[in-house]
């Protein structure tokens, strides 16, 4: 394909509910989309990025530099046989992943269309239903806490992912188990410990969790893997996994027993494929985790999840639960038994109302060859 016009638009979106994690609170999201398009067709893609370097060192300016300096211009620079040949052109820049992937996305759409392929059978995916679960940011108290678990559990969602920091984890981890037994639940500390925890850590053992996700330092695995030993929960790594190589490495010296993918912080769908099958391949289980995103970042997750390995429910909610309206039509639903019914039609398998992103968008920039 060759690329006529690449598009991003900087997006602010006000989320439903405020969300909390031990980074802080978020009440609005920040972010870019990637318009792509050749001759015939138009792709699209999300950098899932942030305003804060808080969850990454990329935030909406980082990405939207080296988009504009680096990645667009060699994306335009000639033809693409395939988004893996983009993303052997981009790798000269080191890191920035979620920029790269966010062009790769597009581009990936943009391949699926052509081939006249929903996007995850273009991935190799091949469920046409996905299990799905809710992440539960930190609340201002256990009572409202249990009516958001209440809530959920009441529409259907297949696991709880509960957001925890020190001195707000074992007792509402301790009173979700109270109230509604042995439901599958996870605790999600972004970081927020380190070793001189473990006594705290290992007290959440007593709570049957499905797993603690990341409890330890963002770019650490050789202290997970000493906890992973301590305790009887599995530890499932996020911010320490930004490439196959890192899962590989971590998956060794056993740091992960669980693998959170997220295809921007891996840096594309590719990347993201590549990861799942190295988790696969040494039976650990991986799950799409969530950043926020908008009906087209959301899309994508679907399309990865339904790649085999994907063996535990992920956190791609329905865009109601973020958004009062999306970016999207229609918009990504949960049916009543909490899963999500995979697009059928060709590339993400929904319309994106450009109308809608034009009226949000606050940042606009258009690339030609």
């Known amino acids: 394909m060759q690329l006529r016009q690449i598009e991003v638009f900087a997006l602010q979106m006000r989320l439903r509910h405020p ?33 804060d370097p808080f969850y990454s060192y990329e ?3 980082t990405a939207e530099s080296v988009l504009r300096n680096y990645l667009i211009p060699w994306a335009l620079a000639k033809p693409i046989g395939h988004p893996d040949e983009l993303m052997a052109r981009l790798s000269q820049v080191r890191g920035h992943h979620m920029a790269k992937s966010g062009l790769e996305g597009a581009v990936w759409d943009l391949y699926a269309k052509e081939q006249g392929l ?33 809530r959920f559990l009441g529409e259907g969602y297949r696991r709880m992912k509960i957001k925890v920091k020190p001195g707000q984890d074992y007792l509402p981890l301790r009173a979700i188990r109270d109230r509604f037994g042995d439901i599958p639940m996870m605790a999600d ?9 473990l006594s705290l850590l290992r007290q959440l053992d007593e709570l049957g969790l499905m797993m603690i996700e990341q409890p330890l330092s963002h770019d650490d695995i050789i202290d997970h893997a ?18 196959p190589e890192d899962a590989r490495k971590a ?25 799942h099958d190295i988790a696969r391949t040494a039976g650990i289980p991986v799950w799409c985790g969530g950043m ?8 994508h997750n ?27 039509e229609p918009e990504v639903d949960v049916t009543p038994h909490g899963t999500i019914i995979v697009p059928q039609a060709p590339g993400i398998g929904h319309a994106v109302r450009e109308d809608r992103v034009r009226s949000l968008a606050h940042g606009h920039w258009a690339y030609r060859p």
Request: with cysteine; charged share 25%; aromatic share 6%.
């Open 118 to 150: 929903p996007l995850y059978r273009a991935l190799g995916g091949e469920r046409s239903e996905i299990e799905v679960g809710i992440s539960i940011g930190i609340e201002p108290t256990v009572d409202l806490l249990l009516r958001q678990v209440d």
């Open 302 to 328: 679907v399309a990865i999840t339904t790649l085999p390995g994907f063996t535990l429910p992920g956190d791609t909610a329905a865009s109601s639960r973020y958004w009062d309206e999306d970016i999207i």
């Open 292 to 299: 926020l995103e908008s009906g087209v970042g959301r899309l």
């Open 226 to 243: 000493k906890l992973a030993a301590e305790l009887q929960t599995p530890i499932c790594l996020d911010e320490s996994i930004h490439s």
């Open 19 to 51: 969300f909390e994690t031990s980074f802080g609170r978020e009440e609005e999201r920040e972010f870019l989309l990637v318009r792509a398009q050749t001759d015939d067709l138009v792709g699209w893609g999300e950098v899932t990025v942030s305003r």
């Open 59 to 61: 935030t909406v300016e």
């Open 251 to 275: 998956i060794e010296i056993g740091a992960a027993g669980v693998i959170n993918i997220k295809i921007g912080r891996l840096g594309g769908l590719g990347a993201a494929r590549r990861t």
């Open 189 to 197: 500390a972004n970081s927020a410990y380190s070793l001189s925890d």
